[in-house]
């Protein structure tokens, strides 16, 4: 289980302050998908950066499976696997390489990390390009190599930052379809995305966050109760009461009969 409990991250000091999370609360039980939904800058790879224990919270506490995010963060990241925006790849290895690479780093038999390898190169539709070094690959091979690094010591909870994040849609399916699978293996995963039909058809609850702090959290038909609107697009300007573009959107106000 993760739980954050009033948890606030300040950047900056002084006049150059920017509170980027505020008291921000929320609990993801064990083989839950949860999903963070905002707009760009709303705080959402904020929160996951702190689960992952890259950033220190400000003030409150965050704890991954009863363990603190800052005092136990070794065994927090060995639970863990994560998957950041702005991660890239680089370089002559190859994907089968930095498996074996990051198997090593996890101290993973050679044999086990064949299989897993193998395994997720399946999943992942790999085949064609896995042996290929990766400073060939397109946006969508290296985001499927990434994705495979995360999940190859085979962690409990999964953290995803917009998983599907420059691919297209065929890739996309094929994550998304992982993300399901890995959620029926009773894994728990934790995913920040601005694109609603993905927050619909993949998490079993959903907290939408915006400048910093949780506005409203819930299943989609608690939260289709509590903004009084039928679907999740709706619901999300209901509760944060429009954006901007360069915030992540643009929405056309409509009325439904």
Do not use: W
């Amino acid at each position: 289980m993760i739980q954050f409990k009033e948890v606030s991250k300040i950047f900056g000091t002084g006049k150059k302050e920017v509170r980027a999370l505020d008291k921000v609360s929320f609990t993801v039980g064990s083989g839950e998908i949860f999903g963070l939904l905002g707009p760009n800058g709303a705080g959402k790879t904020t929160s996951l950066r702190l689960l992952s224990t890259l950033l220190k919270p400000t003030q409150g506490q965050i704890t991954v499976a009863g363990l603190d995010t800052v005092k136990e963060s070794q065994e927090v990241r060995n639970r863990i696997g994560f998957l950041s925006s702005d991660m890239n790849l680089t370089g002559s290895l190859s994907a089968r390489e930095l498996f074996r690479f990051f198997g090593d780093l996890n101290h993973i038999e050679e044999e086990e990390i064949a299989n897993r390898s193998n395994r997720l190169i399946g999943q992942l539709k790999m085949g064609d390009f896995y042996e290929r070094k990766v400073e060939t690959y397109s946006t969508g091979m290296k985001q499927k190599a990434l994705i495979g690094i995360a999940l190859l010591h085979d962690p409990d909870i999964i953290i995803f930052d917009e998983p599907t994040n420059g691919l297209d849609i065929i890739t996309g399916r094929v994550v998304l379809d992982i993300l399901k699978d890995l959620k029926n293996r009773g894994k728990t995963l934790i995913v920040s995305t601005h694109i609603m039909s993905i927050a619909e058809k993949l998490c079993d609850r959903i907290g939408i966050i915006h400048k910093g702090t949780i506005r409203i959290i819930g299943t989609l038909e608690e939260i289709y109760e509590k903004t009084g609107e039928p679907d999740l697009e709706e619901a999300f300007f209901s509760v944060i009461g429009g954006v901007t573009e360069d915030e992540g959107y643009h929405h056309r106000s409509k009325k439904r009969a």
